[in-house]
């Protein structure tokens, strides 16, 4: 599929107001996507784990309106308007407009909540990203349903379409409406793959992978001193760029065969050494920047020397901050899970953590 496939042929917009919502959930990479091109094309490969948990639940009404001149929207969190959050809604309209020819014609209210508190550092992007762009397939849903395009209704071109414009709105956004292991990037070991949207993992996954756990560590809070979208732009002229986005299409290849075995050691193997190349990444940009605090060398340092000992299979990962995602299989559980809670807890801050687990995607929501 191309980006014109995404445009859909021309339809009669009804002028009604109407009421869609979802909830999303968010993703963890094991192999990251960090360096990205222009429209949000992603510099390497990634795959991920879709979460449980934590999502992101979104409402969206829809009401009819006379001017046309620009689009129109007011955005809610927890009931409370967040005009702060306009700026980066506004981009994403201006970039999935020629997707949706409906977007000019309506005023939208946008009301959202997360599961998980919005100042714990877990990024909202990606499950608030998606539960918006599956809001609005759902309303064009809504719309051709009513004229007669029949293709542009089935599940697969809108999970694919969805996908799409999650991609627009926030790059990992794209890997969290389906579950449970997704691909989003073109990469010659996964067919299939491509650098326009997220596909489910199309070959066998060992059972070990089942329900795999992780419990998010939230040891910083605060708002990150570096963004996403700033940290990805310093891989353009970075000295490592492209050896970094060779060994992720090297990396997705070393996951197949993990994936298939259930070869846990190979699998912590390679998402730590995933999170830490990231995290170098960071370090050696220019200007370069560090989003780990002590307490997430503390936290790795102790999960190293507990699998050590205990010969469990708990492993890390992060993203770009300082939260340690610590992945385990759910048969272990019960050990490893007293280790968080009698040994990293306290690296938290306020004590905080969030257990969650592998999922399957976003939900529509009924009223
Ligand atoms: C480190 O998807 O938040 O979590 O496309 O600029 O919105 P934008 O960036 P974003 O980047 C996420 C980077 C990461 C790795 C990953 O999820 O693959």
Not at 130 to 148: F, G, H, P, Q, Y
Not at 173 to 194: F, H, L, N, P, Q
Request: hydrophobic share 35%; aromatic share 12%; with cysteine.
């Amino acid at each position: 599929m191309t980006e014109h496939d995404f445009i859909p042929k021309p339809y009669t917009i009804p002028n009604q107001s109407g009421k869609v919502a979802w909830e999303s959930p968010s993703n963890i990479a094991l192999v990251k996507y960090w360096g990205k091109k222009k429209n949000q094309i992603p510099e390497n490969p990634s795959i991920s784990f879709t979460l449980n948990s934590c999502k992101t639940i979104t409402t969206v009404t829809f009401t009819p309106k006379e001017d046309t001149t620009d689009f129109s929207f007011e955005v809610y969190l927890d009931g409370l308007r967040k005009d702060d959050f306009k700026p980066k809604i506004q981009t994403f309209f201006e970039r999935i407009e020629s997707y949706l020819p409906f977007l000019r014609l309506f005023h939208f209210k946008i009301e959202t909540q997360n599961t998980f508190p919005h100042s714990s550092g877990i990024a909202s992007s990606a499950s608030g990203m998606s539960a918006l762009a599956l809001c609005l397939m759902s309303i064009e849903k809504k719309m051709t349903n009513s004229d007669v395009i029949p293709s542009a209704v089935e599940e697969s071109y809108f999970n694919k379409k969805a996908s799409y414009l999650a991609r627009l709105g926030s790059g990992s956004a794209c890997r969290s409406i389906e579950g449970d292991v997704i691909v989003w990037g073109k990469t010659k070991s996964i067919v299939g793959s491509t650098d326009l949207y997220g596909v489910k993992y199309p070959y066998e996954v060992h059972d070990n992978y089942k329900q795999y756990q992780d419990t998010i560590l939230l040891v910083d809070k605060g708002e990150k001193q570096v963004s996403s979208t700033v940290g990805h732009n310093l891989m353009h002229n970075h000295p490592f760029a492209q050896n970094r986005f060779n060994q992720a299409h090297d990396n997705m290849l070393k996951m197949k065969s993990i994936l298939a075995s259930g070869d846990l050691n190979a699998f912590i193997a390679l998402i730590e050494s995933e999170a830490l190349t990231l995290h170098a990444m960071m370090m050696t940009s220019m200007p370069y920047f560090i989003l780990m605090k002590p307490n997430t060398l503390e936290i790795i340092n102790k999960i190293w020397a507990f699998r050590k000992k205990s010969g469990l299979h708990i492993g890390f990962t992060l993203d770009a901050g300082a939260n340690v995602h610590v992945l385990y299989p759910k048969q272990e559980s019960k050990n490893i899970l007293e280790f968080i809670q009698n040994e990293l807890v306290a690296y938290c801050k306020n004590g905080e953590y969030i257990c969650d687990e592998i999922g399957f995607g976003a939900n529509q929501l009924d009223f």
